[in-house]
């Protein structure tokens, strides 16, 4: 790690302790974030679009920038944001990057990357969440126009979102065929959120179900080539699963910090309860895990820059880091007994908004599929 | 406008510092940061040379080491370059010590106006930035939570206990600046990259016609001759509210005279 990337985190670690954390309770009261003024003002210190090109207002950074930003973002109060960022940065964007044109990029991604566009990405439905290939959204071409009909569900930041990277059906082919990624400003006509979603955790952050009834949007919207939808996700997906493991290895760091630190001071029967071997022991085993994770990320974080195919090891990333964090979550709450299952701890908050790990952005149960699959577990 | 401010480079005050038992020193081996009370002038120097529509940020320190990790903070903030003295002989220099060094520092920039925190958060001593200004025969103006600058001229507001006093003097000038005045910026991720091309000039005492007998532990005329441990706190009265809680801090606030 060079001296930038430590300057990087050190001013990203400063950033979040002085200007997120403080407003993360009225967040959470307000169930909402106003994204579109946090992102403009990340966006002043270049920490939108870290890898994309500068030419539409990215930073020309290497991953592992992106790899320390998620981390420190990690170590955020709450996992609503941590999360919105990455939606607006790995998730939403990167095929627009990739794929889009220079005209598209000017208009969606250059403003998202300024922080005055919010942007979502769309794929899951009411009856398909993990199981892409049965999406049924569907958008008939009419003339220069895409007629789009359907739903989506648990679409992150989507009730205050500009626009959509939405993967819809644009032919009868079925299965893994005929999708494509299209552009949905969500100014458009015949688009509308059906449904804020009450969730267990990640309050703060706005996921809705979405409909789409006869909603308009030019063809020239499309991402990179019609059909080719699903393709194009699947490399938007990867990067999805990497955002989500860096930012467990600094919320998970941060936990155990905390624990520890509470520990240290609360006494039971005379002494802190730190001093309990069984206690030191456990600590020291998820510490030993979670450096396990920190350090397989940067590894992947370096076959990322090389341009290798990193799909299978984003997956098993994502895979640990869900149940780990699940781990520290449980562990870190246990000691700290009953003022841990306090809303005014910071316990209780963490296990409700890491729990969502293991299931958004593909479940554990879906990344074990895909691991079996590709390492020929299977009869 | 040209603008120069000292800034010290401290150990991170995250973690626990150690003093060197034989001097009485802090240990400073491990890497060195930009210590918080200067950011405060390295804004309000951006500031005015920002309002000046021109100009340039010149920042002074000494450091053992050749430690730049806290210029570099500093650099990637927008200030345009930097001047380091480092050199071994400097080890145990007093605050008069450091003010010669760093006034001789200050003299080859040629600033209009030199700013500097009240006070570093390592060594509390509060004397160099005037001292500094003993040394090079300027103006020194202390406490500033505003400084205008036109014609040749300092506009100040200088906090003091009750409000604060409108100062005015001509530059050159040095100027400390209250901790918490201004908002210091974040470093950009563009600042960042910026800063490590931007120019460290690193001389030792002898570019700056120093003699290694006037600083250092042989030049120091301060010396810590021990060092012992605060009074633990004393426990505090526990009391408990029995609904008549609110009545019981009001006599003890009434009690100290607050109320």
């Not at chain 1, 941590?82 to 794929?99: C, E, K």
């Not at chain 1, 049965?134 to 979102?161: F, L, Y």
């Not at chain 1, 959120?193 to 063809?219: E, Q, Y």
Request: with cysteine; glycine share 10%; charged share 25%.
């Amino acid at each position: 790690m060079s001296e930038e990337h430590e300057a990087f985190r050190a001013m990203v670690r400063d950033y979040v302790e002085r200007e997120i954390n403080p407003r993360i309770p009225q967040w959470e009261e307000a169930e909402m974030m106003p994204l579109h003024e946090i992102f403009s003002d990340m966006a002043r210190l270049g920490m939108l679009g870290l890898e994309y090109e500068t030419e539409f207002g990215g930073q020309g950074a290497d991953h592992m920038f992106t790899v320390i930003l998620a981390e420190e973002f990690g170590r955020c109060d709450h996992g609503s944001l941590p999360m919105a960022l990455g939606v607006q940065v790995d998730m939403a964007t990167p095929s627009l990057a990739q794929f889009g044109t220079a005209e598209q990029k000017e208009r969606y991604l250059a403003p998202a990357l300024r922080g005055e566009m919010v942007a979502s990405i769309a794929v899951s439905e009411p009856d398909h969440g993990s199981d892409v290939a049965g999406i049924r959204t569907k958008a008939v071409r009419d003339g220069d126009e895409w007629v789009i009909n359907g739903s989506k569900m648990w679409i992150t930041n989507s009730v205050q979102a500009d626009w959509l990277c939405l993967l819809v059906r644009t032919s009868d082919e079925g299965g893994y065929q005929g999708m494509s990624q299209i552009i949905v400003p969500t100014s458009s006509p015949g688009f509308s959120v059906s449904k804020k979603l009450d969730k267990l955790g990640m309050r703060a952050s706005d996921t809705a179900l979405l409909s789409f009834d006869d909603c308009r949007v030019p063809v020239g919207n499309t991402i990179g080539e019609i059909g080719k939808g699903f393709q194009q996700q699947m490399a938007q997906f990867v990067v999805e699963r990497l955002w989500a493991a860096y930012t467990a290895v600094g919320a998970g760091e941060r936990a155990l910090e905390r624990t520890a630190e509470y520990l240290r001071e609360r006494k039971v029967f005379g002494e802190p309860l730190l001093a309990k071997q069984y206690i030191q022991f456990s600590l020291a085993e998820l510490s030993a895990d979670l450096d396990l994770l920190r350090e397989y990320c940067r590894s992947i974080a370096g076959r990322h820059d090389a341009g290798e195919d990193t799909t299978r090891q984003a997956t098993i990333a994502k895979l640990k880091a869900g149940r780990l964090l699940r781990q520290i979550a449980d562990v870190c709450l246990q000691y700290h007994g009953g003022i841990g299952y306090v809303e005014e701890t910071w316990t209780a908050r963490f296990l409700r908004d890491n729990r969502i790990i293991s299931i958004g952005g593909g479940a554990d149960e879906v990344m074990l599929q895909v691991l079996a699959r590709m390492d020929g577990f299977t009869a | 406008m040209k603008v120069a401010v000292c800034v010290k480079q401290i150990p991170d005050p995250a973690v626990p510092g150690e003093l060197d038992p034989s001097t009485n020193t802090l240990n400073r081996d491990d890497k060195l940061i930009l210590d918080e009370s200067d950011s405060f002038g390295v804004e309000l120097a951006l500031q005015l040379v920002e309002a000046a529509g021109g100009g340039s940020v010149t920042l002074v320190s000494m450091a053992p080491r050749s430690e730049v990790s806290g210029l570099r903070t500093a650099l990637a903030m927008g200030a345009d370059d930097a001047v380091l003295v480092s050199d071994d002989a400097l080890a145990g220099t007093d605050a008069l010590g450091t003010a010669k060094v760093l006034g001789a520092a200050l003299g080859r920039v040629e600033p209009d106006l030199i700013l500097a925190g009240v006070e570093s958060s390592d060594g509390y001593t509060g004397t160099v930035p005037e001292q500094i200004a003993g040394v090079m025969g300027i103006a020194s103006v202390t406490f500033a939570k505003k400084i205008e600058a036109s014609d040749g001229m300092l506009s100040i507001q200088r906090q003091t206990d009750d409000g604060y006093d409108e100062v005015t003097c001509p530059m050159p000038a040095l100027v400390s600046v209250t901790g918490g005045v201004v908002e210091p910026r974040y470093p950009s991720f563009k600042g960042i990259m910026a800063a490590k091309k931007k120019p460290v000039d690193q001389v030792g005492i002898a570019d700056l016609g120093i003699d290694a007998s006037a600083v250092g532990f042989a030049g120091s005329r301060q010396e810590t001759v021990a060092v012992v441990d605060a009074e633990a706190r004393e426990a505090g009265e526990i009391v408990i509210d029995e609904g008549e809680g609110f009545q019981r801090i009001a006599d003890f606030l009434a009690e100290l005279k607050v109320i």
